[in-house]
C-alpha cells in the first residue's frame, strides 16, 4: 500500500491536521518524516493512506488548515514529491 506523508511545520499544525482528518473519517497518524524528505530542523508529518489523500486535501482546506509539501512513498520505501 501506498502512503503520503503531508509535511506541517510543527507538530501542533501536524496534531492539528491529523484531528481533522480523524473528524473526516480519515485514518491519520502523526510521525517525524525521514531525514530525506524533511531536510533540517523540526519538521512533522501525518501520515494517510493513498486513497485518502483527495479527501483529506479538501477536509484540511475546509479547516483552513496549513499543509505543505506532499511526499508519497512506494513499496520500495523511496520518497518523492507529489507534484502541487
Do not use: W
Not at 473519517?25 to 483527495?54: D, H, Q, T
Not at 475546509?62 to 499543509?67: I, K, L, Q
Amino acid at each position: 500500500m501506498l502512503n503520503y506523508f503531508i509535511m506541517c511545520r510543527s507538530l501542533t499544525y501536524a496534531q492539528k491536521a491529523a484531528r481533522v482528518l480523524e473528524r473526516s473519517g480519515i485514518a491519520a497518524s502523526v510521525s517525524r518524516p525521514p531525514a530525506e524528505v524533511s531536510g533540517e530542523g523540526c519538521a512533522y508529518a501525518v501520515r494517510i493512506a493513498e486513497k485518502n489523500l483527495p479527501a483529506a486535501l479538501v477536509a484540511l482546506k475546509s479547516a483552513g488548515v496549513p499543509s505543505g509539501k506532499i511526499y508519497m512513498t512506494d513499496r520500495s520505501g523511496h520518497y518523492s514529491e507529489v507534484p502541487g
